[in-house]
């Protein structure tokens, strides 16, 4: 809560209403759940191959790209595989370490957490935007910055609409693929210029945190772009610096929206009082879906991210939990009438997206009183 209250001084945070009981009756099932089934050290083991898998490859992949790959082809290939490699370490390295949760150990965290760093992204900002602001604020608009497009898109009843955004459900499909080239040289710089992210003020990095900041700048610069031109003209490593990221960053955008931006989930207009009208518990998992709950490959793949509810409730928890526990939650979601959806697939999960991309293009009522009900298909 300290960092909340440095994270917002000038203006009127949002306010939760008291928990009645249920995220306190869910920390327990849950408690009771993890100690039951301890993680076992074939499954730590399982998570630190995991790990190594990721690493080893994103290196070869790399190694393809600059230094082996003889044609367009084989360089496309290796650009591929490279993308997806960056996406499989946000997922499954980078997301636990910087929530605190792959290890007890905080500074193993901390130095698996600085991937992201070595990945083009700063650390440091992630974790204000993403593990303060979203986490806490989920689906508020001008609160949660990952629901914030821009001029580029609407995803939010709350937000401006605008004529371009009734086609939007075909082109912000594209646009998710510069997100890559966005978070390394545009989010970061503006947000720590600024000291600012969305209506939310935050400490600016000093010291050893702004080392490691631009630290982390130089080295993925010099890992994307210095690096090549051992072997490459500027202008090919553009192209495929372009491609590797554009295709990376579709990857991850999609993901994570479908988790927030899909029909289902609330999006609640904040009254004059700023006061939410459920508890922070309730209130995660009535704006958050889950999707492909029982794909084994995709929960390896994407660090567990696709039982986003579980994730949004206990986020210190090591990914592995989540298919184990979400048996708890959702027991513990029908008791005290709490919503808790999810799509049976994640093609499910992206016509759902398509289909709210649509009705917040077509909205038309006013940002501030646009109910859902109102918003045609």
Same mark, same amino acid.
């Given at each position: 809560?300290?960092?909340?209250?440095?994270?917002?001084?000038?203006?009127?945070?949002?306010?939760?209403?008291?928990?009645?009981?249920?995220? =306190?009756?869910?920390?327990?099932?849950?408690?009771?759940?993890?100690? =039951?089934?301890?993680?076992?050290?074939?499954?730590?083991?399982?998570?630190?191959?995991?790990?190594?898998?990721?690493?080893?490859?994103?290196?070869?992949?790399?190694?393809?790209?600059?230094?082996?790959?003889?044609?367009?082809?084989?360089?496309?290939?290796?650009?591929?595989?490279?993308?997806?490699?960056?996406?499989?370490?946000?997922?499954?390295? =980078?997301?636990?370490?910087?929530?605190?949760?792959?290890?007890?150990? @905080?500074?193993?965290? !901390?130095?698996?957490?600085?991937?992201?760093?070595?990945?083009?992204?700063?650390?440091?900002?992630?974790?204000?935007?993403?593990?303060?602001?979203?986490?806490?604020?989920?689906?508020?608009? !001008?609160?949660?910055?990952?629901?914030?497009?821009?001029?580029?898109?609407?995803?939010?009843?709350?937000?401006?609409?605008?004529?371009?955004?009734?086609?939007?459900?075909?082109?912000?499909?594209?646009?998710?693929?510069?997100?890559?080239?966005?978070?390394?040289?545009?989010?970061?710089?503006?947000?720590?210029?600024?000291?600012?992210?969305?209506?939310?003020?935050?400490?600016? @990095?000093?010291?050893?945190?702004?080392?490691?900041?631009?630290?982390?700048?130089?080295?993925?610069?010099?890992?994307?772009?210095?690096?090549?031109?051992?072997?490459?003209?500027?202008?090919?490593?553009?192209?495929?610096?372009?491609?590797?990221?554009?295709?990376?960053?579709?990857?991850?955008?999609?993901?994570?929206?479908?988790?927030?931006?899909?029909?289902?989930?609330?999006?609640?207009?904040? @009254?004059?009082?700023?006061?939410?009208?459920?508890?922070?518990?309730?209130?995660?998992?009535?704006?958050?879906?889950?999707?492909?709950?029982?794909?084994?490959?995709?929960?390896?793949?994407?660090?567990?991210?696709?039982? =986003?509810?579980?994730?949004?409730?206990?986020?210190?928890?090591?990914?592995?939990?989540?298919?184990?526990?979400?048996?708890?939650?959702?027991?513990?979601?029908?008791?005290?009438?709490?919503?808790?959806?999810?799509?049976?697939?994640?093609?499910?999960?992206?016509?759902?997206?398509?289909?709210?991309?649509? !009705?917040?293009?077509?909205?038309?009522?006013?940002?501030?009183?646009? @109910?859902?009900?109102?918003?045609?298909?």
């Amino acid at each position: 809560m300290n960092s909340l209250n440095k994270l917002t001084t000038q203006v009127v945070r949002p306010r939760f209403v008291a928990d009645l009981g249920f995220y =306190q009756e869910l920390k327990r099932r849950v408690q009771q759940c993890v100690e =039951q089934h301890k993680v076992s050290r074939r499954e730590f083991r399982a998570l630190h191959v995991k790990t190594v898998v990721m690493l080893c490859w994103f290196v070869l992949s790399y190694v393809l790209l600059v230094f082996v790959a003889a044609n367009v082809w084989q360089a496309l290939a290796s650009s591929l595989s490279l993308a997806l490699a960056i996406a499989g370490i946000g997922f499954n390295i =980078q997301h636990d370490a910087n929530h605190g949760a792959y290890s007890d150990r @905080p500074i193993l965290n !901390r130095t698996l957490g600085f991937s992201l760093d070595l990945l083009g992204a700063s650390s440091y900002v992630w974790h204000y935007k993403h593990n303060i602001l979203h986490h806490t604020y989920t689906n508020l608009s !001008r609160w949660d910055d990952d629901i914030d497009l821009g001029f580029f898109g609407r995803l939010s009843p709350a937000q401006r609409r605008r004529p371009i955004y009734r086609v939007q459900q075909y082109y912000l499909w594209l646009v998710y693929g510069f997100l890559g080239p966005k978070w390394h040289f545009v989010d970061d710089f503006v947000n720590i210029i600024q000291g600012r992210i969305g209506r939310s003020q935050f400490r600016r @990095p000093k010291g050893w945190e702004l080392i490691g900041l631009i630290g982390g700048k130089l080295a993925f610069v010099t890992i994307a772009f210095l690096v090549p031109l051992i072997k490459h003209s500027f202008w090919q490593i553009g192209l495929f610096y372009a491609i590797t990221w554009f295709i990376a960053g579709g990857v991850v955008g999609v993901v994570f929206q479908l988790a927030h931006c899909v029909e289902g989930p609330i999006f609640p207009i904040l @009254p004059s009082d700023a006061r939410i009208q459920s508890s922070w518990a309730v209130h995660q998992v009535q704006s958050t879906v889950n999707f492909a709950p029982r794909n084994k490959f995709l929960t390896w793949y994407l660090g567990g991210l696709n039982h =986003q509810i579980e994730h949004h409730l206990f986020p210190s928890l090591p990914h592995v939990h989540y298919s184990r526990i979400s048996k708890e939650v959702r027991a513990v979601c029908a008791e005290f009438g709490v919503r808790y959806f999810a799509h049976d697939s994640m093609f499910r999960a992206i016509v759902s997206h398509f289909q709210w991309l649509r !009705r917040m293009g077509k909205c038309t009522d006013s940002a501030v009183t646009c @109910p859902l009900q109102a918003c045609d298909l």
